[in-house]
């Protein structure tokens, strides 16, 4: 019902920012929350950030509060997460997701993106 393209990965140095975009396809995308997640090798997929249907209502995790901006476009099916002083610790794949259910956990998402790398060398 729902793709998602992730985009706007990339190598960074620490301190620096660069912003994530998720695509959206269909109309469906505006009633759906919208979350971030990352995960490294061996590790589990954590939460970054979430976005409610309308926008007005965000959670970040502690780890990135006051650093990353998540925001959405309805009209343009799109969600972005704005990225700022950078960390070596936030080096991991970077995944958009779609859904409707507990917004701290993977399970309540039903649609994934294929993910971005967002590296921050030490």
């Known amino acids: 019902q729902v793709q998602l393209v992730e985009s706007g990965g990339g190598l960074v140095q620490a301190g620096g920012s660069l912003r994530l975009s998720c695509a959206a396809s269909g109309r469906a995308f505006s009633g759906y929350r919208m979350g971030w997640f990352r995960q490294v090798p061996g590790k589990e997929r954590e939460f970054v950030a979430t976005?409610?249907?309308?926008?007005?209502?965000?959670y970040y995790a502690d780890s990135v509060k006051g650093r990353f901006t998540i925001s959405r476009d309805n009209d343009k099916n799109t969600v972005l997460q704005q990225m700022n002083s950078l960390k070596p610790e936030d080096t991991a794949v970077y995944y958009c997701?779609?859904?409707?259910?507990?917004?701290?956990?993977?399970?309540?998402?039903?649609?994934w993106g294929q993910g971005t790398q967002v590296t921050v060398p030490s």
């Open positions: 997701a779609a859904g409707s259910g507990s917004y701290l956990s993977t399970l309540g998402y039903a649609y």
């Open positions: 976005i409610s249907w309308s926008g007005l209502t965000t």
